[in-house]
T-cell receptor
Framework: DQQVKQNSPSLSVQEGRISILNCDYTNSMFDYFLWYKKYPAEGPTFLISISSIKDKNEDGRFTVFLNKSAKHLSLHIVPSQPGDSAVYFCAATPHGSSNTGKLIFGQGTTLQVKP | ETGVTQSPTHLIKTRGQQVTLRCSSQSGHNTVSWYQQALGQGPQFIFQYYREEENGRGNFPPRFSGLQFPNYSSELNVNALELDDSALYLC???????????????FGSGTRLTVV
């Protein structure tokens, strides 16, 4: 029962272009979403998050879009840089008093940015 | 401000043995969670500790257990190791505000456990 899905295992883009990473979820109780980046031999590093009360959040080159009706979110990286090459994980959690702080992760998408 | 540190970084154990993994939380964080990441998969939630008590558990058997200490550091213990326990084990610390939300998830670099 995969509640968070990243259907593209890999993505390759040219330096300077836009990278778009996608994530779908099934649990309507999720109302807080996070993106993490992971390099080999390191733990996941927080990138950006979005609450369900918003449909867009920007931080520098990174923008996350949330479409609640479609249960879909995406991470846009503009412009892409070779240092962005890593595995990107989408994660979701329900906020509120019932939340145990449990993050539900997708399978990850490996992004390769070519110089 | 120190981040989340985990030890050891790598470990090889034999099937049936027991293992203890350790985690030091980021300064100011009062909650710790443990995740198992198998090869090619996303991290899977094992459990979370808050105020030295287990506070939420994923779909893992009782042979996975943990502790949280007064200084918010934590241990993950796995008994009767199986080959499928081979994975990267990640610790994440965060801030829990009362009975409400949890913020500031910060992950350590993980312990790579190999069971042979």
């Amino acid at each position: 029962d995969q509640q968070v899905k990243q259907n593209s295992p890999s993505l390759s883009v040219q330096e300077g272009r836009i990278s778009i990473l996608n994530c779908d979820y099934t649990n309507s109780m999720f109302d807080y979403f996070l993106w993490y980046k992971k390099y080999p031999a390191e733990g996941p590093t927080f990138l950006i998050s979005i609450s369900s009360i918003k449909d867009k959040n920007e931080d520098g080159r990174f923008t996350v879009f949330l479409n609640k009706s479609a249960k879909h979110l995406s991470l846009h990286i503009v412009p892409s840089q070779p240092g962005d090459s890593a595995v990107y994980f989408c994660a979701a959690t329900p906020h509120g008093s019932s939340n145990t702080g449990k993050l539900i992760f997708g399978q990850g998408t490996t992004l390769q940015v070519k110089p | 401000e120190t981040g989340v540190t985990q030890s050891p970084t790598h470990l090889i154990k034999t099937r049936g043995q027991q293992v203890t993994l350790r985690c030091s939380s980021q300064s100011g964080h009062n909650t710790v969670s443990w995740y198992q990441q198998a090869l090619g998969q996303g991290p899977q939630f094992i459990f979370q500790y808050y105020r030295e008590e287990e506070n939420g558990r994923g779909n893992f058997p009782p042979r996975f257990s943990g502790l949280q200490f007064p200084n918010y550091s934590s241990e993950l213990n796995v008994n009767a190791l199986e080959l499928d326990d081979s994975a990267l084990y990640l610790c994440a610390s965060s801030i829990r505000r009362g009975a409400g939300d949890v913020y500031g998830y910060t992950f350590g670099s993980g312990t790579r456990l190999t069971v042979v």
